[in-house]
Every structure is written in C-alpha cells, then in structure tokens.
C-alpha cells in the first residue's frame, strides 16, 4: 500500500525559505521509473505542478518557479525534499506530494499525500 | 506552457444524469492527458489517463474521450460521491500542466 505525507511549517514569514518533506511508504525511489512530484493549490485554486524528482535523480521544475526551487530525495530514508525560497504571500497553499508510477512514459500521479497548508504572513 | 481551459467553470447535474465535462489544449497533446477528481478537504483523485483509461478501482461509469486539443469526461449516471472539482492535465510537453477545473454541483 502507497502512502505519502508532507511535513514542514504551516506558517512562514515573507522572504523565508520554505523547506517541506514527502515521507512515503509502499515504494522505492530506487525502483526505475518511479518519482515524486510536488503539487500546490493556493485555497480555492487550481492546482499547479512545482517539481518531480525520478528514481535516477533526474529533476525538473516549473519553469516559472525554478529559480526557487530545489527537490531532493534520500532513497534510504523514503524521503523527498522540497525547497523554495524568498516566500511571498502569493504561495500560501496547500502543498501535496504524489507518487509517479513506473512502467509508463506518462507524467502523472496515481497516489497523493493529504497535502499541508503554509501559511506565508508577517 | 500548453495552457488547459476546462468548461464550463460550474456543471449542475441532477443525481441518475449524465455530466459531460469538457478540456481543452492550447496545442495538441495527442492522448496524453489525465483527469483527476478532488472533494473538499481531500487530495485529488487520479480517474483516467492516456485520455481514456480508467484508472485502477475507478467504475465504469467514468470514461473519458478525445486526443489532439478537444477532450471530454463523461460520468454516465451521476451518483451523489460524484459531486467534487474535476481537473485535467496534460503531460505531453514539459512543464505539465492543469486546466483550472470544473465544479459539478447537485442541481
């Protein structure tokens, strides 16, 4: 069974660097064609795709957001780290991560931690 | 950026109709698009990818048409769970993107 989970803070102060972790059960990040991706949704917004990281340590970014972000993962310790820095109120959100299945070229995801809020307020 | 536009914003349905949710790609993305489904308060769902194949434990009652740019989702006799945010994505080109989703509400 596939579980994810994020963690971090749900408050930030503008200018501060978020950093969120995805810890996931039910997989390997080792395992070719797996990865993670990290999903937002501002309250009551579409959702936006930030970053992916694939099993080979292969990344990419949201072209509009790469500048700040950095995704890392420790296969060893089934975790997925996500930075993004200088925050501004417009990334107060929920944030998810969400698993990639293997055995297709197709960038989706079939399974979702619960998401966190941050907060980004003075 | 492929942009996604899904309509229309809202769907009222009643329950035991059909819902006919539609999608459309700023350019072609072929048949590589997915369709999620999210209630209040929870994650979303993956329904369908590859523009029509229903994911695992999804009903039948959920199908999904469409490739090139004109993409439908079709729930064949709405059930009251059924009611949520529904959002398609494209992941033909990088960066992948969603359309800003379509609410379907009980009428």
């Known amino acids: 069974q596939i579980t994810l989970k994020e963690s971090g803070p749900t408050l930030v102060k503008p200018t501060q660097t978020l950093t ?10 080792s395992t070719s064609g797996v990865g993670v991706g990290w999903i937002r949704q501002p309250p009551g917004k579409a959702l936006e795709w930030l970053a992916l990281i694939y099993w080979d340590d292969d990344k990419r ?15 060893s310790k089934n975790q997925v780290v996500l930075t993004m820095t200088n925050m501004d109120p417009v ?4 944030y998810y991560c969400a698993h990639r299945p293997a055995g297709t ?4 995801f079939d399974y979702w931690g619960q998401g966190t809020l941050v907060t980004v307020s003075s | ?7 229309p914003a809202t769907l009222s349905v009643s329950p035991g109709e059909r819902a006919t949710l539609s999608c459309r790609a700023s350019q072609s993305v072929s048949s590589n698009l ?16 590859g523009a029509s194949t229903r994911a695992t434990g999804i009903p039948a009652r959920f199908s999904g048409s469409g490739s090139g740019t004109e993409f439908t989702l ?5 059930q009251s769970e059924d009611f949520a945010v529904y959002y398609c994505q494209q992941y033909n080109n990088w960066p992948i993107t969603f359309g800003q989703g379509t609410r379907l509400e009980i009428k």
């Open chain 2, 1 to 7: 950026e492929i942009v996604m536009t899904q309509s």
């Open chain 1, 61 to 75: 970014y949201s072209p509009s957001l790469k500048s700040r972000l950095t995704i890392t993962k420790d296969t």
């Open chain 1, 91 to 94: 990334d107060t959100a929920t």
């Open chain 1, 105 to 108: 070229p197709a960038v989706l």
């Open chain 2, 74 to 78: 079709t729930i064949s006799s709405l």
């Open chain 1, 20 to 29: 969120l972790t995805c810890t996931f059960s039910g997989f390997s990040l």
């Open chain 2, 34 to 49: 997915a369709w999620y489904q999210q209630k209040p308060g929870q994650a979303p769902r993956l329904l369908i990818y």
